[in-house]
C-alpha cells in the first residue's frame, strides 16, 4: 500500500473511532467475498458503517483518537462496526443483519464509551428495548407509584367522609 493511501485509511479510521458511540469487533474469517458483500448491503441502510481494518492501521488511528482500548478487543483479521447515535440500537441492527443474510460472521467484542464489552455482552446489548421504550417504561413506573402514593394518602380522607356521613345520618333519624 502506498503511504498516502495508508495516510488516508487512518484518518478515516481515526474519524470514524473520534464520532462512534460504540465500535463492535467482528471476526469475518471464512467469509465468501459474496457474503461480505451481502453483510455490506444490508448495512448500508442503516446508521451503521462496517468496514475491515488492518490491524497495524487501526493501532495507529486508535493512538490518534484516543481510543487505545478498542486494541483490546482487535486479535487476528477483524472488521469494525461503527455506531453513532444509541449505542444498543447499533448493535441490534448489526445482530439483526448477521441473521437475516446468514453469514457466519463472530462478534469478539465492542468498545462502548471507555468500557469494552465481551461478545456475550453485545449480544445482551442488542436485546435490550430501544431508547423510547425504555423511557416510557420508566414514565409508567413513576406515574404506577405516584398513583399509589395518592391512594395511601387519600384513603383516611375518604374514611373520615363515610364515618362522618353516617354520623349524620344516624343524626337525622
Request: some cysteine; charged content about 20%.
Given at each position: 500500500?502506498?503511504?498516502?493511501?495508508?495516510?488516508?485509511?487512518?484518518?478515516?479510521?481515526?474519524?470514524?473511532?473520534?464520532?462512534s458511540t460504540i465500535v463492535i469487533a467482528t471476526s469475518y474469517q471464512g467469509l465468501s467475498?459474496?457474503?461480505?458483500?451481502?453483510?455490506?448491503?444490508?448495512?448500508?441502510?442503516?446508521?451503521?458503517?462496517?468496514?475491515?481494518?488492518?490491524?497495524?492501521?487501526?493501532?495507529?488511528?486508535?493512538?490518534?483518537?484516543?481510543?487505545?482500548?478498542?486494541?483490546?478487543?482487535?486479535?487476528?483479521?477483524?472488521?469494525?462496526?461503527?455506531?453513532?447515535?444509541?449505542?444498543?440500537?447499533?448493535?441490534?441492527?448489526?445482530?439483526?443483519?448477521?441473521?437475516?443474510?446468514?453469514?457466519?460472521?463472530?462478534?469478539?467484542?465492542?468498545?462502548?464509551?471507555?468500557?469494552?464489552?465481551?461478545?456475550?455482552?453485545v449480544i445482551t446489548l442488542s436485546r435490550l428495548p430501544s431508547r423510547e421504550i425504555l423511557i416510557?417504561?420508566?414514565?409508567?413506573?413513576?406515574?404506577?407509584?405516584?398513583?399509589?402514593?395518592?391512594?395511601?394518602?387519600?384513603?383516611?380522607?375518604?374514611?373520615?367522609?363515610?364515618?362522618?356521613?353516617?354520623?349524620?345520618?344516624?343524626?337525622?333519624?
Amino acid at each position: 500500500m502506498l503511504r498516502e493511501k495508508k495516510t488516508q485509511i487512518i484518518d478515516q479510521l481515526t474519524d470514524r473511532l473520534s464520532g462512534s458511540t460504540i465500535v463492535i469487533a467482528t471476526s469475518y474469517q471464512g467469509l465468501s467475498a459474496r457474503e461480505m458483500t451481502e453483510l455490506r448491503r444490508a448495512l448500508a441502510d442503516t446508521t451503521v458503517s462496517y468496514q475491515v481494518v488492518k490491524n497495524t492501521l487501526t493501532r495507529f488511528a486508535a493512538r490518534r483518537s484516543g481510543k487505545e482500548q478498542v486494541m483490546s478487543i482487535i486479535d487476528g483479521p477483524t472488521a469494525l462496526a461503527f455506531g453513532y447515535d444509541d449505542a444498543a440500537e447499533a448493535a441490534k441492527i448489526l445482530s439483526q443483519c448477521i441473521k437475516s443474510t446468514g453469514v457466519a460472521v463472530e462478534i469478539k467484542g465492542a468498545l462502548l464509551g471507555e468500557q469494552t464489552l465481551s461478545a456475550d455482552e453485545v449480544i445482551t446489548l442488542s436485546r435490550l428495548p430501544s431508547r423510547e421504550i425504555l423511557i416510557s417504561q420508566l414514565v409508567a413506573q413513576l406515574q404506577s407509584t405516584m398513583r399509589s402514593l395518592h391512594n395511601v394518602l387519600s384513603f383516611p380522607l375518604y374514611g373520615l367522609g363515610n364515618v362522618l356521613q353516617a354520623r349524620i345520618q344516624n343524626l337525622t333519624e
